[in-house]
Nanobody, 126 residues
């Protein structure tokens, strides 16, 4: 059973960098069995796929976020990290990490993913 746990600041000021961590247990992030995704859900809106990284470190990003988004792995801690630059209030959302057995580029359907973290609320406000 794969378990995912997101962590990070609940409040970020506009123009700052948002940094989130997803701690994985039950599987190595270096495995080729799973891809590690980040998604978010703004208030009152649907789920938005942000990006994904493979066990070998290859990453894919949403075209709308690729200039601001970076996803990486820390194999020593079995963690997946997200950095989003120059945040604005439009980046306010619940952020989720999710594991998928296949590549799920652009997929915002919750059922397409095999394991989910509980999500972490991020508010961008001064």
């Amino acid at each position: 059973q794969v378990q995912l746990q997101e962590s990070g600041p609940g409040l970020v000021k506009p123009s700052q960098t948002l940094s989130l961590t997803c701690t994985v247990s039950g599987a190595s992030i270096r495995t080729e069995t799973y891809f590690w995704n980040w998604l978010r859900q703004p208030p009152g809106k649907g789920l938005e796929w942000m990006g994904v990284i493979s066990g070998s470190g290859s990453a894919w990003y949403s075209p709308s976020l690729k200039n601001r988004l970076s996803i990486a792995t820390d194999t020593s801690k079995n963690q997946v990290t997200l950095q989003l630059l120059s945040v604005t209030p439009e980046d306010t959302a619940v952020y989720y990490c999710a594991a998928s057995r296949g590549l799920r580029v652009g997929i915002g359907d919750r059922n397409a993913y095999d394991y989910w973290g509980q999500g972490t609320q991020v508010i961008v406000s001064s």
